[in-house]
Every structure is written in structure tokens, then in C-alpha cells.
């Protein structure tokens, strides 16, 4: 059998006996989560399948996403045959000039090591553990024209930033309204996909190196389709939080192949790395009569608008904040944001909602005043959960109800960055203990965090809050 390989791999359908091909169909379908929550949910599926499979067969070929190399090798030897591979991957051979020396440690350089050698994987490191760092020694090991796939502008900006200073490059952009393109681009995957696909199969075809921030989104169609029709010879993935609780982690490793490096949170707290957090929970007395599934979206909105649970946090998050600590109050409600950030600047302390609702250019505002120390306090949505570089950081509030391993644990890294002027690092988690269904998911933070920190459960506080009354 020969396969084609550029942004994936193609074959002659005519090559390929059934059974190989059925195999593969097997082995490359997955549950599709969507279909599965409809239908918890009592919904019809509608246009959902039950089942995605990435077999694309069309005009006579078999298209397989480029990771799925190792099932066709598996699937063609049960048929005695083998698999020999075209190769026409996208490598320039124009190099990029010559850039800054960048120091590495021992398992960032290990990182670039083996993906120069087996040219596509994925890197797992902690939050505050040096993953744009690792990027960024590719690009300098390598030289070769990169594209870098984010999915937010504020990543964007961050990894031009950091191209700036610590490589010195001037990277293009793309996303916002802009599409300034250089030898390094930096570009929001949600503008390409609006993209004519002329345009974009055009843009991608000039990068031998791809890397994807916060890799794990690789499963969701948006990101999967671009990664798909890029054909650069190099692909690395970067994420703190590989596995899906929507059962499909494999995709990481059929869109980006297999990991290269993980890197625990231990073994970075043991090097000096970074830095161990104290966990705080606080009780509140909300309740809620919960029955069932249904009553889940209106106990939230309950829960955002709870008075004295709000009291409650604002007091907290007043005290840490007169005490000189840098504060991050998260929320999964915009207006929840919006009346926190208020009632805490009502005390007399500087504080500013970011939300996906506030402007580029002002968002950027207040993430240097808080890097610099100027804005004591933050108020976010989900938007502060992947890739916000805070290391002053030393106070979280988890003020918002939330059972997501991946986000938890995005959470609990933002604390873990060391910094100068960081004395010590607390996360707070407001703990809804009067309705079951709250304190189960609190049960199952509390295991992500002893597991995260590597200590016993019964290690972590749990502070017991008599109310919320507002100063």
C-alpha cells in the first residue's frame, strides 16, 4: 500500500482490500460526545452522529487524519501488507535568521530533541512550566517558517510578546481584523476557519512547523479541520491538560501524534520550578431545592445571584487584596463577574471585570497593570482559564460552581508561577455544601487537587463560613 503523506494521509481506495478498510473504520470511531449529551438531555440529535469516524473516503481515495499512521501500519500487516509512505510534507527551504540564544531546561530541550527527530507529537507540562518555551526552542532549533495556532487573541498577543523579547522576532498576526503575515505567525483559529479555503490552503502551505497551543482542543472540529489541511513537515502540540472528560483524548494523538514529554506538577515542585499552593474551602449556606437534571441551569443562575454567597466572597476577596495579594475571582457568568468586580470597587479596591466582552485593547490594559502590580484584583470568566500569564498571581477565588478536571487543574496552575513579590499562593473554593449535587462536585475538586499536589486529601482546609453579610 502507498499512502500519500502532507497535512494527512491519502490512499488509491483501489489498493486498499475491505477488511483493511473496515478496520480502520473501527479503530479511528469515536462516541460523539454532542450526540451523547442530547440525548441525556431528552433531545432528539438531530444532524449529530451517533458515532465520528475519521475515514474520509471520497473520489476513489482513503483520507486519514496524519496520526493515524500506526493504526494503517496495524490494519495492512493483518492483510500481509505493508505500508510505504510518499512523502511531500511542506519543509521551506529558506531558513529563518539566526535568533537570540534561549536557555532550556533539561526536559524543554528533551522535548525539542524528539520532535526534531520523529518531526510531530505533543508536549504535557504543567501550567507555569515553560510550554511556550519549548515552542519557541523548536522554532529556534529548527528555523523553518512556523505557524502558531491559538485559540484566543489574548494567547496571541502573549506568544507575540514573548517572540519579541526572548527570541527577537517580530511575528505577524492574525485575528481581530488583522492579517499581518511574517516567516512567524501567530493566528486565532477561529478567524482562519472564516477563511476562503483557496486562501487558507495557500497560507498553510508555506510553514514546515505548526505547533497548537492548549493542544487538547484538537477534538473539537474547529481546530481538527485547520490542523488537518496543514501540510507542514513539523507538528507539535502543547497542553497542560491532555485528557478529554469528553472520552476523545485520542484525537491529540491522531491530529498531533504521541507525546513526546509529560512533566508532572511533582517533579516541577521538586526541581524548584514551581511553587505549592495552599487550598482553602469556604462554606457558604446556599440551598436550592435540586430534583433534577433540568433544575441544573436555574440553580446556577440561583447561585450567581445569591446575596449573602456573594457577601461572602467579596469579603474575601477584600481582605486578601488589602493584604497586598495579586486576586483572580473566577465566575462562568459574565453579569456574575460584573457584579463582584463592582461590589469589590465599592469597598475601595481596584478591581476590573475581562471577559470575552471587553474590548482587545483594554483587555491588554489591565493584564499589564495587573503583571505590573497596579490592579489588585481581576474578575474573569472562563477566558482566565487557559494560557493567562500572571505570575504575581498568589490569590484564586473559585466563585462559580465547576467539576471540570481540565479546568480545575488550569486553575490551580495559575497559582503555581513563581514570582519575586509572591510570598505565598492560595486558591479559595466557595463550597455549596446543602445541595448534594454541589458538594459532590466539590468531593471531586478535592481529589483533583490532592492528586495535583500530591498530598492526602484531608491535608486540604475546609473553613467553615457562618455567612456573607457585605461589610
Not at 487524519?65 to 512523502?87: F, M, S, T, W
Not at 525539542?112 to 504535557?124: N, Y
Not at 484538537?218 to 513539523?234: G, K, L, Q, S
Request: charged share 25%; with cysteine; proline share 6%.
Amino acid at each position: 500500500m502507498r499512502a500519500r503523506v502532507d497535512a494527512a494521509l491519502t490512499l488509491d481506495a483501489a489498493d486498499l482490500p475491505p477488511k483493511v478498510v473496515e478496520r480502520l473504520r473501527r479503530a479511528l470511531s469515536y462516541a460523539n460526545p454532542a450526540y451523547l449529551d442530547r440525548v441525556r438531555m431528552g433531545l432528539h440529535p438531530g444532524p449529530e452522529p451517533e458515532v465520528l469516524c475519521f475515514v474520509e473516503e471520497r473520489n476513489g481515495q482513503v483520507r486519514l487524519p496524519r496520526g493515524a499512521i500506526h493504526a494503517l501500519k496495524r490494519a495492512g500487516a493483518q492483510e500481509g501488507l505493508i505500508v510505504a509512505c510518499d512523502d511531500a510534507r511542506v519543509l521551506p527551504s529558506t531558513l529563518l535568521e539566526q535568533m537570540r540564544e534561549l536557555p532550556l531546561r533539561d526536559y524543554q530541550s528533551s522535548a525539542v530533541d524528539k520532535l526534531v527527530k520523529v518531526t510531530q507529537g505533543t508536549v504535557v507540562i504543567p501550567c507555569g512550566g515553560g510550554k511556550t518555551r519549548v515552542g519557541m526552542g523548536v522554532i529556534a532549533r529548527l528555523r523553518t517558517p512556523t505557524l502558531i495556532l491559538v485559540h484566543t487573541l489574548d494567547l496571541a498577543e502573549q506568544w507575540v510578546g514573548e517572540l519579541r523579547e526572548k527570541l527577537g522576532v517580530e511575528a505577524g498576526l492574525v485575528g481581530a481584523g488583522e492579517e499581518r503575515l511574517a516567516p512567524v505567525t501567530v493566528a486565532v483559529i477561529q478567524a482562519l476557519v472564516r477563511w476562503d479555503p483557496i486562501k487558507l490552503d495557500e497560507f498553510l502551505s508555506t510553514f514546515g512547523l505548526m505547533i497548537l497551543d492548549e493542544a487538547h482542543h484538537v477534538a473539537a472540529c474547529t481546530f481538527n479541520c485547520v490542523v488537518d489541511r496543514c501540510p507542514a513537515r513539523y507538528r507539535l502540540g502543547l497542553t497542560a491538560t491532555p485528557e478529554r472528560e469528553d472520552g476523545l483524548t485520542p484525537l491529540l494523538e491522531l491530529f498531533l501524534g504521541g507525546q513526546l514529554v509529560s512533566v508532572t506538577h511533582e517533579a516541577l515542585v521538586a526541581a524548584g520550578v514551581l511553587a505549592v499552593p495552599e487550598v482553602r474551602s469556604i462554606e457558604t449556606e446556599f440551598t436550592y431545592p435540586y430534583l433534577a437534571a433540568e433544575d441544573y441551569a436555574p440553580m446556577l443562575a440561583a447561585v450567581a445571584a445569591d446575596e449573602e454567597r456573594n457577601c461572602l466572597i467579596v469579603n474575601s476577596v477584600v481582605t486578601e487584596a488589602l493584604a497586598g495579594h495579586s486576586c483572580l475571582v473566577l465566575s462562568g457568568r459574565i453579569e456574575h463577574c460584573e457584579l463582584l468586580a463592582a461590589a469589590i470597587a465599592k469597598r475601595g479596591i481596584g478591581a476590573a471585570v475581562l471577559t470575552g466582552q471587553v474590548k482587545r485593547a483594554r483587555r491588554k490594559e489591565l493584564l499589564d497593570q495587573a503583571r505590573a502590580g497596579n490592579l489588585p484584583v481581576l474578575v474573569a470568566t472562563s477566558l482566565a482559564d487557559e494560557g493567562l500569564d500572571l505570575p504575581r498571581l498568589s490569590r484564586v477565588f473559585l466563585a462559580y460552581p465547576s467539576r471540570a478536571r481540565g479546568r480545575t487543574t488550569q486553575r490551580l496552575g495559575r497559582l503555581m508561577r513563581p514570582h519575586p513579590d509572591k510570598r505565598d499562593a492560595v486558591l479559595f473554593d466557595f463550597v455549596d455544601r446543602r445541595v448534594p449535587i454541589l458538594r459532590r462536585h466539590h468531593l471531586e475538586r478535592r481529589r483533583l487537587y490532592a492528586e495535583v499536589l500530591s498530598v492526602p486529601a484531608s491535608k486540604l482546609g475546609m473553613v467553615t463560613a457562618a455567612g456573607g453579610r457585605c461589610a
